[in-house]
């Protein structure tokens, strides 16, 4: 699945096919302890939230801020048949996919525990996989050379990797993301499209990932249209096109049939975002305004409307990121982060940082630039910095900061 | 025998597919729904409880101030602040909607509406309702009756009032009822106080001539 010009760009794209048995086995066991790591290291981060929670009200009100509330409602109460009014507003859950809420709604059935620990221990499980699957992925696209600890470090200590834990669906998409990557590096279309199909029922941006699969997956039926096959092999490439692109919408369809049962509107979940004052606008504009509005001073001030320039640089950032990724020839990467935030930014820069910042490429992009320091020190250095920066975030997000929002 | 299936499976999704697809061009929504997601001519939500069964008789004065929400949203339908406070609601700025029901016997209606105190502006406003156009220029800080004629029972009418503002004024909004990351003051056109039902057409100014 456009691997193999990857594979020849990369060599470390052929070896797990060329190395031999006991270097994979070896490869294995070093993945199997950085899982383990990447577990008890976040286990014990979420113990450290939940302590520092502690004089902000405890955990369930201090960690639970922003939409976190509206997973906790979805997750205990399922979606509402109508709106209610929220403070001057008519909203609703609809906008929030079903994927995160509905495994955590699962595991509260099955284990007894609140809305709350079930959507946290969905988003802890889910950052963990998104760490295994990650490792195996980087693995193949960066080369052996890479510093894998430092990797999972880097996740542990990254200043707002505190919305992993939370009960959002930041690491659901993380991990499903991955497994997208991972499918399509090591050419399982069917894994490809079932991978599309969850990252719809996640996320509205998940779409996203259709047309990459569809111009993919068409660019191989055409092998079916050579000179000198039989019909059955003419028959099995068009299956092996048709069938992971008719899965990859099935997750937003679902969806959509659901809300149409519920309200009589396929397109609910869009509708909605009528109540949050988000409507379609050049995405040009957008950035244009929120550079403009040069509204620093608002980040110093917790409760004022969340700054349009601080949302605003993180398009360029983005961008960067997206040319470096281009320049790597990682075209599923740099499709994901740019139309992510080109989607996003059609409707204003509001939550822009978090949807940088918690895009699973972005941070495989944030790896490659660790991957490239080599004193020990410095990354060290870095890492302690980025401990207290995060701190210094948790404790925003405990006052609710719409800078985090 | 696997690849018949996946390209049966494929066929039937791309069937289902079509479904979902007409289900989003033709939703199945009800009035209140229509105006409020799809026509967007509405804003604030009438719950199903307060519209299923027979709607209450208009009382000959409603004093929005006295009515929580969400009776306020039968009234109130587009640009409002719909918690009402104690005298009544603050309309957004450059324009809202009101819906005026019709009321067996009323031969006209009367809305009591107050601007913002100076230093803001006097505000022009201009009020369709039923082809009827009334244009007032209201000093700030003022409370003022606006009357419009109801058509006799029979007769068509829209109920759906326009309202645009040529200036705004500023208002502070009461911290206990900002959302979070919202401003601390609000652009507002006019605020209403009351709409009042009477039996008679008003009669015409006099015109000196």
Not at chain 1, 17 to 29: E, I, K, L, N, S
Not at chain 1, 261 to 266: F, P, R, S, V
Not at chain 1, 334 to 358: N, Q
Request: glycine share 6%; proline share 8%; net charge positive.
């Amino acid at each position: 699945m456009g691997s193999r010009h990857d594979a020849l760009v990369n060599p470390a794209g052929r070896l797990p096919q060329a190395a031999p048995r006991v270097a994979r086995v070896r490869a294995q066991d070093t993945i199997t302890w950085l899982v383990a790591l990447a577990a008890g290291l976040t286990l014990l981060k979420l113990l450290l939230y939940i302590a520092a929670a502690q004089p902000f009200g405890g955990a369930e009100q201090a960690l639970c801020e922003w939409d976190c509330q509206w997973y906790r409602h979805t997750i205990q109460n399922g979606y509402d048949p109508e709106p209610r009014l929220v403070t001057e507003h008519d909203f609703t859950n609809w906008a929030f996919f079903p994927l995160f809420p509905l495994l955590a709604r699962a595991l509260k059935f099955v284990t007894g525990l609140s809305a709350f620990w079930a959507g946290t221990a969905v988003s802890v499980l889910c950052f963990i996989g998104f760490a295994a699957v990650s490792l195996r992925y980087r693995e193949l696209t960066r080369g052996p050379v890479v510093r894998q600890t430092s990797w999972i470090v880097l996740l542990i200590v990254f200043p707002f990797s505190f919305y992993f834990l939370a009960v959002y669906s930041e690491s659901t998409y993380l991990f499903v993301t991955a497994l997208l990557l991972l499918a399509v590096r090591t050419d399982r279309p069917t894994g490809a499209g079932v991978a599309t199909a969850l990252l719809t029922a996640t996320r509205p941006t998940g779409v996203l990932a259709i047309p990459y699969l569809a111009v993919e997956r068409l660019w191989h039926a055409r092998l079916a249209f050579r000179p000198g096959l039989d019909f059955a092999t003419r028959m099995r490439i068009l299956a092996d096109s048709a069938f992971p692109l008719a899965l990859a919408p099935l997750g937003i369809a679902l969806y959509m049939a659901y809300l149409y049962w519920l309200t009589g509107d396929a397109l609910a979940f869009s509708h909605i975002q009528l109540a949050w004052e988000r409507e379609f606008v050049n995405p040009l504009k957008s950035f244009y305004w929120g550079v403009m509005k040069a509204d620093w001073g608002a980040l110093l001030d917790p409760h004022s409307p969340q700054s349009q320039i601080y949302g605003a640089m993180f398009v360029p950032i983005a961008g960067i990121t997206c040319l470096w990724l281009l320049w790597r020839r990682l075209f599923l990467e740099t499709w994901l982060l740019g139309a992510t935030v080109l989607l996003a930014l059609t409707t204003g820069v509001l939550s822009m940082p978090r949807f940088v910042l918690t895009n699973p490429v972005f941070l495989l992009a944030l790896g490659d630039g660790v991957d490239r320091i080599s004193s020990r020190t410095v990354r060290i250095s870095l890492a302690a910095v980025a401990v207290l920066l995060q701190a210094y975030v948790l404790y925003l997000w405990f006052l609710e900061s719409s800078a985090l929002m | 025998m696997l690849t018949t299936l996946k390209l049966l499976a494929a066929a039937g999704l791309g069937a289902a597919y079509l479904a979902v697809a007409f289900m989003a061009k033709h939703p199945r929504v009800d009035a209140e729904y229509d105006a409020h997601y799809l026509h967007r001519s509405a804003n604030c939500w009438v719950p199903l409880a307060l519209r299923s069964g027979d709607p209450a008789p208009l009382p000959p004065v409603i004093e929005i101030g006295k009515i929580g929400y969400p009776e306020t949203c039968r009234f109130l339908r587009w640009r409002w602040y719909y918690l009402p406070e104690a005298w009544g609601a603050w309309s957004l700025a450059n324009s809202a909607k009101l819906q005026v029901p019709r009321r067996p016997g009323a031969r006209a209606v009367e809305l009591t509406v107050r601007t913002a105190p100076p230093p803001n502006p006097a505000i022009p406003v201009r009020f369709v309702l039923n082809g009827h156009v009334t244009e007032e220029e209201i000093p700030p800080g003022t409370t003022t009756t606006i009357d419009f004629p109801l058509p006799p029972e029979g007769e068509a009418y829209n109920p759906e009032m326009n309202l645009s503002f040529g200036k705004h004024g500023i208002v502070p909004i009461d911290p206990s009822r900002r959302r979070r990351n919202a401003p601390k003051e609000s652009y507002v056109g006019i605020g209403l106080i009351a709409i009042r039902y009477l039996p008679e057409q008003p009669v015409p100014a006099a015109t000196g001539g």
